[in-house]
């Protein structure tokens, strides 16, 4: 029992000795956690985003705040009344006949292969499956060039971003998929901003094979 109390001991003193001998690195990484916590809290991190994503973040302040705790629960209804056509007139979502597919993306978020991907997962699917594409920002002559490869995909806004703060769509892409009565079936989660075209495809599968809800 001795034995084991000086060992623990030693190593009790082993560990003082080094604080004592690094307390550089101790006070750089207490300095690191805490601007990372203060960072994080004051939002820094995610205005950081919005710049990177092309958005203004004093025009859009409020939805700084959105985080995961916000999104929605799979099996409730979500509204998506706010959302209109490019004339501002009010557009009727979910479709009534089939599940809908809701994706939110942006001009910085891969938006050429996010659309292939929505396209690809739309055509596969084409019994079960609309897609709505909710472009978040302010599209410009280029964006609109690249839309008409993809027209077969119902394009709709959100200028006032309700919808996009009642689903929490900060991150994008995002897809969410909607039944007929509004319930919401799948969201994919924030860390698939960072998928690629063929992470995307994965997923997808695995959802596909799961639209008989």
């Known amino acids: 029992m001795k034995g084991k109390t000086g060992r623990e001991e030693g190593k009790i003193r082993r560990t003082i000795a080094w604080c004592q001998s690094h307390w550089q690195v101790l006070l750089f990484w207490l300095a690191c956690a805490f601007a990372g916590w203060y960072l994080g809290a004051k939002g820094y991190g995610i205005?950081?985003?919005?710049?990177?994503?092309?958005?203004d973040p004093q025009e859009w302040t409020p939805h700084l705040r959105l985080t995961a705790q916000k999104d929605p629960k799979v099996g409730s209804t979500v509204s998506l009344d706010g959302l209109t056509d490019w004339q501002g007139k009010p557009v009727k979502l979910p479709f009534?006949?089939?599940?809908?597919?809701l994706w939110f993306v942006c001009s910085g978020c891969g938006l050429e292969e996010t659309l292939q991907v929505a396209q690809a997962f739309q055509n596969r699917h084409a019994d079960k499956v609309k897609t709505a594409i909710v472009y978040v920002?302010?599209?410009n002559a280029e964006f609109f060039r690249?839309?008409?490869?993809?027209?077969?995909?119902l394009l709709v806004r959100d200028a006032q971003l309700v919808v996009f703060e009642r689903l929490n769509a900060l991150y994008m892409p995002r897809l969410y998929l909607i039944s007929p009565d509004g319930t919401l079936r799948y969201l994919s989660p924030l860390t698939s901003r960072l998928w690629r075209a063929e992470r995307?495809?994965?997923?997808?599968?695995?959802v596909g094979a799961r639209l008989r809800w």
């Open 47 to 55: 205005r950081l985003y919005f710049s990177l994503a092309g958005i």
């Open 96 to 101: 009534p006949d089939k599940t809908t597919a």
């Open 137 to 139: 920002g302010k599209p």
């Open 146 to 153: 690249l839309w008409r490869n993809f027209s077969n995909m």
């Open 200 to 206: 995307w495809q994965r997923e997808l599968e695995k």
